[in-house]
């Protein structure tokens, strides 16, 4: 027992001035006007804190917390009438998941002739679906689940960092046609908000299924409000919150031994991520020619990032909070379910 004491103790020493200082730079991201200053300010600050050798660890949780505020907020935009709409792009949706397939077999085929690795290792750092999922699938085909994590860290990290301020400088703010149902906050509703998002991790829980506690409340709250009954806002402080959390869970993924372990390998991840956002625009480019919808949209809808990274960008600068949302959902849904056939086939092809 005193041990466990100990252990939550210590902890508790490492987390108490990771959020003093995810706080403090979310703040001065914020004076600085950037984007997504309540996510990248502590990403940054804790990711180069630890790689400095700070001993700074993200609260037991947090990620998951701040998943569900991130999720209960987009469930928000899902009403009747956007949902009918959503059906008039379903080509589309469909369209940007299978391609986000191709296009990381392209970067696996890339990461395995660079980095001198096998190719299961090479395939499941590549493919843009969810970290733990890939390193999952990869472990059981002999991958370095080490290297697949870390490849998907720096991922991420890039893509948050890279496509807000990239749309940011080109403009792309406060174009978006949609808005949630619930504006404001109304006190008697929020338990009715927090109840159908519950509702929703409980039944990806149950199922099984990975990003319970972003996609739980998504559905909860997305099929209530498709409903039409009246909900509550979320407070901005949850929202600002739950983007100061993630920042926090991805930062603290860095440390001092990151780069050094495998210099080469993570060299190229870096060199796929940049490949990967590249063709994720020129997939964008390519939709904008046939769908009626805004590059800056098709463009955060075919990034390679994470599902809650993505939906709060796009609810951030107001970009099409219901399609991308749809988009990227369907994105790891495709890549969990085809990697393994597809890395069936990519290992044929390489031989």
Request: include cysteine.
């Amino acid at each position: 027992m005193s041990n466990t004491l100990q252990g939550i103790a210590a902890h508790g020493r490492q987390v108490l001035p990771t959020l003093i200082l995810a706080l403090l730079a979310a703040l001065l991201a914020q004076a600085a006007t950037l984007p997504l200053p309540w996510m990248i300010g502590p990403l940054f600050a804790v990711a180069g804190a630890r790689m400095a050798g700070w001993r700074l660890s993200a609260p037991r949780g947090g990620r998951q917390a701040g998943q569900w505020a991130i999720g209960a907020a987009l469930g928000l935009y899902f009403s009747p009438s956007v949902v009918a709409e959503l059906t008039h792009h379903a080509p589309l949706v469909v369209g940007a998941a299978v391609a986000s397939l191709v296009l990381g077999v392209a970067c696996a085929w890339i990461t395995l002739k660079l980095a001198r690795v096998d190719a299961p290792t090479a395939f499941f750092a590549a493919l843009p679906g969810g970290a733990s999922e890939m390193a999952t699938l990869a472990e059981r085909w002999g991958g370095a689940v080490d290297r697949i994590a870390a490849a998907h860290a720096l991922r991420v990290m890039m893509v948050v960092s890279l496509v807000p301020l990239a749309l940011t400088v080109a403009g792309a703010h406060g174009t978006d046609a949609y808005a949630p149902l619930a504006r404001e906050v109304d006190p008697q509703r929020i338990p009715l908000l927090i109840a159908a998002s519950l509702v929703g991790v409980c039944i990806f829980k149950v199922l099984r299924i990975a990003n319970a506690w972003v996609l739980g409340p998504l559905l909860g709250v997305g099929v209530v409000s498709a409903m039409a009954i009246p909900l509550s806002a979320l407070p901005a402080w949850v929202i600002n919150g739950g983007q100061l959390l993630i920042g926090c869970s991805l930062g603290s993924r860095f440390s001092r031994e990151f780069f050094h372990a495998a210099p080469r390998f993570m060299a190229v991840a870096a060199l796929s991520a940049l490949l990967s956002i590249a063709l994720g625009f020129a997939l964008a480019l390519a939709m904008a020619q046939f769908a009626d919808v805004p590059l800056a949209t098709l463009a955060l809808a075919t990034a390679p990032g994470g599902v809650a990274e993505m939906c709060i960008t796009a609810k951030v600068l107001q970009l099409g909070v219901p399609l991308i949302t749809a988009c990227h959902v369907l994105r790891v849904t495709v890549l969990t379910l085809g990697a393994q056939r597809a890395f069936i086939a990519f290992r044929k092809l390489v031989g």
